[in-house]
């Protein structure tokens, strides 16, 4: 009987707890706590009535109101497949009929994860079915992997609040707010920072700097009018009556005239005709990878397939694509020899004149460009990210851009240069210098100019190899989110990415290229068929084992050796530079004639003509796209390369009318002001500019 009584009351008990069901979760079961409505117990009274006018509009279904809300991140989503940027709508925001002004901030929420319990491999990107969040989420210290435990949340909050209470009310409302995971010790904190809020109106006014670019772009207007009207009705009769010095001065703006340069190839050594092909092909792939990287910076929604990326082999051809900055390196070396060279035969110049000239030929774009990026450059967009990218960078072209224009951006405050990718043209015209002394001493000295060239190139190679030794730095610079989403202030940018002295072995390697064209020159292909593709496909070997290893120091499991990185810090742009001269090589002087007529093919010549206002204009259309994009994207290669395609469109038309306004015009310019009519045409030379001139059309388009 016993036995019954307590058989029925166990049965009664599990009765009662099957009908009750599992235990409700609560509201919040989010990884990262919904954001505040607004700041109700702010300091600033303004601040204060203006939220409290918010919420109760919210109450009263008010449009308005509806819309700030609307526009605001609510919780967050696809954290764990690396969406950490949740932006909301930055337009509607900003649009909202509100009462008061309001802004769109973007507020930085960091959780602070302990260490799982668990042991786990952090380095692996596989997880178990069973495995719990706080082994996904927690910050594994890997540079390889995106942290999961930040996420940038977009806030419509009243203008009125400013960012410095915006932060203390988040810290303060994150402090008490409950989540799933306070029971694993996860706490969380905020940033707010100046440049993450925006107003509705771009908060800087024009001044003296914007008026001053208007007009100087009118003037050149004019001058562009001006002088193609001047060059209709002043024929050139240099047939009949002989040249102009006036006609020439008045037509240097013409476009006509200027269009017409484009099309101009040199012909007094066909073997060149590769230098166009090569050259373009290189900044396509340059502009690509940049695209890569400007892309993969902002925010992505299934950031987990690009740390996939990071260790495939596949992947190394984007993200160790810096070697094709490398490659311009090798033609600007092969091309500025070959160049002196043939002058020196010539006609021996003051070398301080030649630099002269070279700066002169170089700087108006240029100085057009950055004039640009201080002013204009602040206006042209607006987005979430358009203060905390665009804005910085307007100021520091306004802080530094002399030592743009003075070559020193890569040693001068190159923490805040003023467009990061100029590094390339400091380091170009001191390797120009450093070219300009050894092809000197080799006219004066052949023998003792070889031997020094000889000793240049070992000394290129050790520099590297002994910094990266000594400061005990990767083997590569890796293309890792630490990198992309602020390369002024990365250590490996800084120490030896862009500095003269430690990227100087692709160049050494193009001068003893050019020099070897240079004793070719007068010579036919005369290598036979078989040595032509075994140099052919060695060195297209070479320079494909150049990218692909890269792999290898991507793998998070490699193990550091300082002795592994520093050889291959130096190795693998030395054997890549060997393997594109071995490609110019054959398709100049062997039997690959295929390879040769690919690269002379026609439609380069214009367009390699073009490669230098290209190189200047494409970052900033990257930028300015990052910085407006008001949604997180999946991310593929096909759309990556996609807007690339259309970067490299939008980067050669740019360059076309930068060519056609100022390239060309200054540098006819310069040319009659330096080289006036008198002087024979032989002795205008490759560095001049003149059109006339068998040599210069060599040199005329490259970097």
Request: aromatic share 14%.
């Amino acid at each position: 009987m016993y036995f019954f009584a307590r058989l029925l009351v166990f049965i009664g008990i599990s009765l009662i707890v099957a009908s009750e069901g599992p235990k409700p979760l609560g509201k919040n079961v989010d990884i990262f706590p919904e954001l505040p409505l607004s700041v109700m117990d702010s300091t600033d009274v303004l601040c204060r009535k203006h939220s409290q006018v918010y919420e109760e509009a919210l109450r009263n279904l008010t449009l308005w109101a509806y819309e700030m809300r609307d526009s605001s991140s609510k919780s967050v989503q696809g954290i764990l497949r690396g969406s950490i940027a949740q932006f909301g709508h930055f337009e509607e925001c900003l649009t909202a009929k509100a009462p008061f002004p309001t802004q769109y901030c973007i507020a930085t929420i960091v959780a602070d994860i302990p260490m799982p319990s668990t042991p786990r491999d952090s380095k692996s990107l596989t997880y178990g079915e069973n495995e719990t969040l706080i082994n996904k989420i927690y910050d594994k210290k890997d540079p390889s992997q995106q942290p999961e435990n930040v996420v940038l949340l977009g806030w419509c909050i009243p203008a009125a609040c400013k960012p410095p209470e915006l932060e203390e009310y988040l810290n303060k409302y994150l402090a008490k707010v409950d989540t799933p995971l306070r029971k694993e010790n996860v706490t969380y904190t905020s940033h707010v920072g100046e440049q993450s809020c925006q107003l509705q109106t771009n908060e800087r006014n024009w001044d003296q700097l914007d008026i001053s670019f208007l007009l100087v772009s009118a003037i050149i207007v004019v001058l562009i009018i001006a002088s193609t009207i001047c060059d209709f009705m002043w024929p050139n009769e240099e047939k009949l009556h002989g040249d102009s010095s006036l006609r020439n001065l008045l037509v240097v703006f013409s476009v006509t005239k200027n269009y017409s340069n484009l099309e101009r190839s040199e012909d007094s050594n066909p073997a060149l005709g590769v230098l166009y092909g090569m050259r373009v092909i290189c900044i396509f792939m340059i502009i690509t990878d940049h695209r890569f990287g400007t892309f993969l910076s902002s925010g992505i929604l299934n950031f987990d397939t690009v740390e996939e990326q990071y260790r495939s082999f596949f992947g190394t051809l984007f993200f160790h694509g810096d070697l094709f900055v490398d490659s311009f390196f090798i033609l600007s070396g092969l091309l500025v020899t070959y160049c002196l060279l043939v002058q020196w035969e010539k006609k021996f110049l003051n070398p301080v004149f030649v630099i002269i000239l070279r700066y002169m030929r170089i700087i108006p774009v240029y100085a057009f460009v950055i004039f640009f990026c201080t002013t204009l450059f602040e206006f042209v967009g607006f987005g979430p990210m358009w203060k905390t990218i665009i804005s910085p960078e307007v100021q520091d072209c306004r802080k530094n851009w002399w030592t743009n224009l003075l070559f020193i951006s890569n040693y001068v405050n190159a923490d805040h240069m003023c467009m990061v990718h100029s590094w390339y043209l400091s380091c170009d015209f001191h390797y120009f210098i450093l070219a300009l002394m050894l092809t000197i001493l080799i006219y004066k000295n052949k023998k003792l100019g070889l031997v020094v060239l000889g000793l240049v190139f070992i000394i290129s190679i050790l520099i590297p190899f002994t910094i990266v030794y000594i400061y005990e730095r990767p083997a590569v610079l890796f293309f890792y989110l630490d990198f992309i989403r602020g390369p002024k202030s990365h250590p490996d940018f800084l120490l030896t990415y862009i500095k003269s002295h430690a990227r100087s072995t692709p160049y050494i390697v193009g001068i003893i290229a050019g020099y070897l064209f240079y004793r070719l020159r007068q010579q036919k292909a005369n290598v036979s068929w078989i040595a032509s593709y075994l140099i052919f496909i060695s060195s297209v070997t070479l320079m494909i084992v150049s990218i692909v290893t890269g792999a290898i120091f991507y793998n998070p499991y490699y193990e550091y050796d300082t002795l592994d990185a520093a050889s291959y810090s130096v190795l693998h742009r030395t054997v890549w530079s060997i393997g594109s001269v071995g490609v110019l090589f054959v398709a100049s002087y062997g039997k690959v004639k295929w390879v040769y007529s690919f690269l002379s093919w026609k439609p380069w010549i214009p367009l390699s003509k073009l490669v230098y206002g290209a190189y200047l204009v494409h970052f900033q259309i990257q930028m300015r796209a990052v910085a407006k994009k008001g949604a997180a994207d999946v991310t593929s290669y096909f759309d990556i390369i996609s807007l690339a395609i259309s970067d490299i469109v939008l980067s050669f038309g740019l360059a076309f009318l930068l060519y056609l306004a100022i390239e060309a015009p200054f540098r006819n310019l310069f040319a009659q002001l330096f080289f006036p009519l008198k002087t024979p045409k032989k002795t205008v030379t490759n560095l001049n500019n003149n059109e006339e001139n068998v040599s210069e059309k060599t040199c005329d388009s490259h970097l």
